[in-house]
């Protein structure tokens, strides 16, 4: 066996797509509710509201959602 031999190891794009990819839909995801969330007070013609409670709520929800898309990988 020649000692001047390199072992090739897999690349790791895998871990930069992915993280780019998830920064990708949660902009995307974001622009969305902003984008309803402007519909929505200019239907009323009120200006964007969001309460305190619906803040809370909003920031649970999202925890969850993480913490689901967290366990895909798990097998559990």
Do not use: C, F, H
């Not at 995801?29 to 009120?46: D, F, H, P």
């Amino acid at each position: 066996m020649d000692t001047n031999e390199s072992i090739v190891e897999p690349k790791n794009d895998w871990k930069i797509r992915a993280l780019v990819l998830g920064g990708l839909i949660g902009a995307l995801t974001g622009l969305g509710a902003a984008y309803l969330m402007v519909q929505r007070s200019e239907k009323e013609g009120t200006p964007p509201n969001l309460t305190a409670g619906e803040g809370v709520k909003l920031g649970l929800l999202l925890l969850g959602v993480l913490r689901q898309v967290a366990m895909l990988g798990g097998g559990e």
